[in-house]
């Protein structure tokens, strides 16, 4: 079972708008989110990360909000940049997931971001 | 810079070879992790190190296992490789567990003939 799910394969913007990319978790127990960006032919780099208890977490030009009752969260770009483009993979984490604490992807978003 | 290295980048392997990937990190973390990617997959977590405490993840194959020597290295065999282990190995390491990011390595694509 999935339990961190991303539904959309891909997302196209156009360069200087909003990049908004999705991700639903079905584990209540998840405490600690993260996004991560990752490259072709490099490995995942770590963006941004939210603690369930905020709903807001803000880094330049990167927000994650976190809603925990409809267990959702989103990563908005704001602007997006054509140096965006990348696979984004949502991650979770719980501190009682039988003690190992690790984190449970998603299959990634591809975002491309048009000039 | 501080960062996780993955040697090779690249390997072949024959079916029923033995192989070894490394990972080498200089972030003095204590915590390594080996994942496994296949194509538009997430990650998959196979184990990780506590320090020298080794966890299994309950559904990794008994065919993977793993070594660390140190502190800063760590390696990931594979006993006898099958067509369905070819995969982009990732290996990360973190300060400790749970409430921390994860820093990756560019991973080594295994691809078995």
């Known amino acids: 079972d999935q339990q961190v799910k991303q539904n959309s394969p891909s997302l196209s913007v156009q360069e200087g708008r909003i990049s908004i990319l999705n991700c639903d978790y079905t584990?209540?127990?998840?405490?600690?989110f993260l996004w991560y960006k990752k490259y072709p032919a490099e490995g995942p780099t770590f963006l941004i990360s939210?603690?369930?208890?905020?709903d807001k977490n803000e880094d330049g030009r990167f927000t994650v909000f976190l809603n925990k009752s409809a267990k959702h969260l989103s990563l908005h770009i704001v602007p997006s940049q054509p140096g965006d483009s990348a696979v984004y993979f949502c991650a979770a984490s719980g501190t009682n997931q039988g003690g190992s604490e690790k984190l449970v992807f998603g299959k990634g978003t591809k975002l491309t971001v048009n000039p | 810079d501080a960062m996780v290295i993955q040697n090779p980048r690249y390997q072949v392997t024959q079916f029923g070879k033995p192989v070894t990937l490394s990972c080498s990190q200089t972030?003095?973390?204590?915590?390594m992790y080996w994942y496994q990617q296949k194509s538009s997959q997430a990650p998959k977590l196979l184990f990780h190190?506590?320090?020298?405490?080794?966890?299994n993840e309950a559904d990794t194959p008994d065919n993977f296992q793993s070594r660390r020597p140190n502190t800063s290295f760590c390696f990931l065999d594979i006993r006898s490789p099958g067509l369905g282990d070819a995969a982009m190995y990732l290996c990360?390491?973190?300060?400790?567990?749970?409430?921390?990011?994860?820093?990756f390595g560019d991973g080594t694509r295994l691809s078995i003939l």
């Open positions: 990360a390491t973190s300060t400790r567990l749970g409430l921390q990011p994860q820093h």
């Open positions: 584990n209540s127990m998840f405490d600690y």
């Open positions: 939210i603690s369930s208890i905020k």
């Open positions: 972030l003095n973390h204590n915590v």
């Open positions: 190190y506590y320090d020298k405490d080794f966890n």
